[in-house]
């Protein structure tokens, strides 16, 4: 472990974050809210901890992958932690783990919080919370890879210890350009999704705000009714536009801005993805329009908005999907553990290993048939070795073993199963609103500080696909190679 440049690189990450508080500070003096002091000693209090970091000297700049994890891992706490002071300083939250958990939601675009009457809060600490969603859904780490390319070719380990998916990759050689090249698309969605929604009525703090929680597949929303808060069409139909196309792998876009239209699909996962959202919608649309509403095209609104939020991980709400029936609930948690596509802002296990998992089981059930053909599982055109396939199988039950161990610690606060089983699905998984006590229109409030403190590092979890938290556990991870 490289001990000096794992804190290097933390430090130089929490200068990023510091900066990025900066629009917040503005929109303070817009709306002359009083809480520009807040991020001011939040700022202040970053940079004490980061210059000192920044400071160290590395005798060398080898970064291995177990360095990338490191600075990911403690990256993202450290950012959940510092991202919740403004809360507190503000009193918006005074309870420290609240405030950690509304934070941690932010920053890993999952939307679960523990707010309430959300249109009597501070503008400025809305747009904070919201913004750390569009921070978050790219990735702090590909950020800094994309304004500081010194890193140079020791940014791929860190990319790829943050990066969604299971191999990112670089679109150019230079892993700096490839950031660049990423963050210069999601910014291109952000300023047309946020023309849009003024166009379609919203005021443009509220563009803003639904914005970044669109792009970031985040959720958080500054009515307490989410969007279903606008009753507006247009405004829905964009936004269901807009997660479905977060949720789809970013690299695809750079190849139809190259000029492959058809990139989308060309890409298994990426058909396998639009396969999915196509046929829940088509279910849950005839489900709804019997025991919901009585018109198709009202039910076809209703379903295709819910079920692209949910598949995206974005988790915002137009209905109350509590009011809906066992089968249409059943296929949105499902849609829980799906998520979006390698590449993507969202979360969850992926369309890409959800397909593999298919794909090996399928190879199983041929190899009984004929035992002594050899039979390769393909994504495309490409056959995948033994290793990759046995590393998804690893995560898959990696993934399954959290999930049973959060809901374990959540069932200790003795709530029903579908609050304890869901808010673990819909933190892990990055989504946000689950059912029963924390369904579209509740919150996580009345949860134990136990049970809230567990769902903010299952964010965190399932932000990093796992991995890298759990590697931190383990002692050979800590054996010192360099200084």
Request: charged content about 15%.
């Amino acid at each position: 472990m490289n001990f000096r440049l794992v804190l290097k690189s933390i430090g130089v990450l929490l200068i990023c974050e510091a900066i990025s508080m900066l629009p917040s500070l503005i929109v303070s003096g817009i709306y002359q809210e009083h809480n520009a002091l807040s991020f001011i000693y939040t700022i202040l209090i970053i940079l004490s901890v980061a210059t000192p970091l920044i400071m160290i000297k590395t005798r060398t700049k080898n970064m291995y992958a177990r360095d990338g994890f490191a600075i990911v891992a403690f990256s993202w706490i450290l950012m959940s932690f510092f991202g919740s002071l403004p809360f507190v300083f503000s009193g918006t939250i005074p309870s420290l783990i609240d405030a950690f958990f509304e934070a941690s939601s932010g920053f890993t675009t999952t939307g679960a919080s523990i707010l309430s009457n959300l249109e009597e809060i501070p503008k400025d600490i809305l747009f904070w919370r919201s913004f750390t969603h569009w921070i978050g859904g790219m990735g702090v780490i590909v950020l800094t890879l994309a304004i500081l390319p010194s890193l140079g070719a020791r940014g791929i380990q860190m990319m790829k210890a943050e990066s969604p998916g299971i191999n990112p990759g670089k679109l150019v050689p230079k892993v700096g350009e490839t950031a660049k090249i990423l963050y210069g698309i999601y910014i291109l969605i952000t300023i047309v999704e946020i023309v849009l929604l003024v166009m379609a009525g919203l005021p443009v703090y509220d563009s803003f705000i639904h914005t970044f929680g669109t792009v970031g597949t985040g959720g958080f929303s500054n009515m307490s009714l989410s969007v279903g808060a606008y009753n507006n069409v247009y405004v829905e139909v964009i936004i269901t536009i807009f997660t479905f196309i977060c949720g789809a792998n970013f690299a695809l876009y750079y190849y139809m801005l190259k000029g492959d239209l058809k990139a989308p699909f060309k890409d298994e996962e990426f058909k396998f993805y639009f396969g999915v959202v196509v046929i829940a919608i088509s279910l849950i649309t005839l489900d709804i329009n019997t025991h919901v509403f009585h018109n198709i095209w009202e039910s076809l609104r209703y379903s295709s908005f819910q079920v692209v939020t949910i598949i995206s991980t974005t988790g915002y709400a137009t209905a109350d999907t509590e009011q809906w029936s066992m089968f249409s609930k059943i296929i949105l948690f499902s849609l829980m553990f799906i998520g979006g596509c390698t590449g993507s802002t969202g979360g969850s296990i992926k369309n890409i290993r959800i397909l593999l998992l298919f794909k090996v089981m399928k190879r199983e059930l041929l190899q009984i048939i004929h035992p002594r053909a050899v039979y390769s599982v393909r994504i495309g055109k490409k056959a995948l070795d033994e290793k990759t396939i046995a590393e998804v199988l690893g995560f898959f039950a990696m993934y399954i073993i959290v999930f049973i161990v959060g809901v374990l610690i959540v069932s200790l606060d003795n709530l029903d199963w579908s609050t304890t089983f869901s808010s673990v699905a819909a933190t892990l998984g990055n989504i946000g609103p689950g059912f029963g006590i924390v369904g579209s229109l509740g919150n996580y409030a009345s949860l134990s500080d136990l049970s809230k403190l567990t769902l903010s590092i299952l964010m965190i979890i399932g932000r990093l696909e796992i991995y890298p938290i759990l590697l931190l556990g383990i002692p050979s991870f800590w054996k010192r190679v360099s200084i």
